[in-house]
């Protein structure tokens, strides 16, 4: 007969999620704050270091990051997203204590040349205090929308024209007066006609609905939230089910389900996953995850876990 303590850890060796480290700066001093998957699976990454960009593939035997610029006048890089083949939009600022002077929408355009992008200032937005995540729409990807987690906004920006203004200012996008954390909305996605977000100081998940040129109509819908003191939701990614997952700074990657289920499905157990800033679904099976110490970690995906359509 086998004993009940066998079966429990064969049952946990089961669901345990295994988590491996891709690339780690070990300096210390490079914190990874977003990310985005180019088409041939290499990671970009946007830091609070001195404005750097980085590039990095995670298929060679021993990946190494490599920066691709010092995005001009900033030095944290914040939200970024595909605006075209192999051309980004991101965000970047000189930064401050929750708070950002010069917040500027730039263009890293690789198409032409995969190593020496044309980097460009399409946007200025002197009325932004905190800039954070940003999507493009789909079906217009030249329309980005950017949340401003301290003014509980988002911007829509033409990253053509430069034009830029608000569509959405809600309660339901800033912090709380009695929030620990004065961050707002934070991870933003688009997917169909809905821009999702998260809310760290409220530690919820909602969604907008949006039109495809990115004017937002409608209540905001709360999905789910996060019952915790000390967790937070952070960015995330949704995979062609609607599921969301989510970094959570202090404990790992959580699904949110569209019925708004959730719980922690890799590194809760406090090991592996250790500050995840942000995180990809890759066609090779395996979710990216940034840390804000400087690494990047990957997990095995569910079987058949694809990126909702209109992600890059
Ligand atoms: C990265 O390196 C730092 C410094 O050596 C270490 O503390 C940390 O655990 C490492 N992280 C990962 C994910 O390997
Ligand atoms: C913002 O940009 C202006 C114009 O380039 C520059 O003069 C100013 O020093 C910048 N502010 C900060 C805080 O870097
Ligand atoms: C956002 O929330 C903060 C903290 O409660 C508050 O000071 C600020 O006025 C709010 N902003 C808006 C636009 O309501
Ligand atoms: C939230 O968590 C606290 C502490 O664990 C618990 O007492 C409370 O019932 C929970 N609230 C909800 C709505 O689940
Ligand atoms: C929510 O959806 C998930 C996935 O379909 C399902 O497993 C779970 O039971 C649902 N929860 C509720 C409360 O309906
Ligand atoms: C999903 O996985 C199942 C087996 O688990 C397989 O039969 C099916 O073809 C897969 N579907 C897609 C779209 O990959």
Redesign the pocket.
Known sequence: MRSPFLLALAATSVLAVQVT?VY???S?DVDIENSELRPNGHLLLTTFYEGHLYTLNPHTENPQAELVAALPGATGLCGITTIAYEKYAVVGGVRGTYHYDNETVYTVDFSQDATNPVIEKVAHLPTAIMLNGMAAMPKNPHIVLIGDAIRGLLFRVDTTTGVSSIAIQDPQLNATSTSSLPIGVNGLKVTGNYVHFTNSARNTYGRIHVSDDGETFGEVEIIASLNSTVNDWDDFIIDSDGIAYVAQPVDGIARIFLNGTHSVYAGGDGSGI?GPSSVQIASDGYAYVT?G???V?KFQLPRNTTLAEGEF
């Open positions: 480290t780690n700066f070990t210390g250790d840390q110490g400087g690494s970690v």
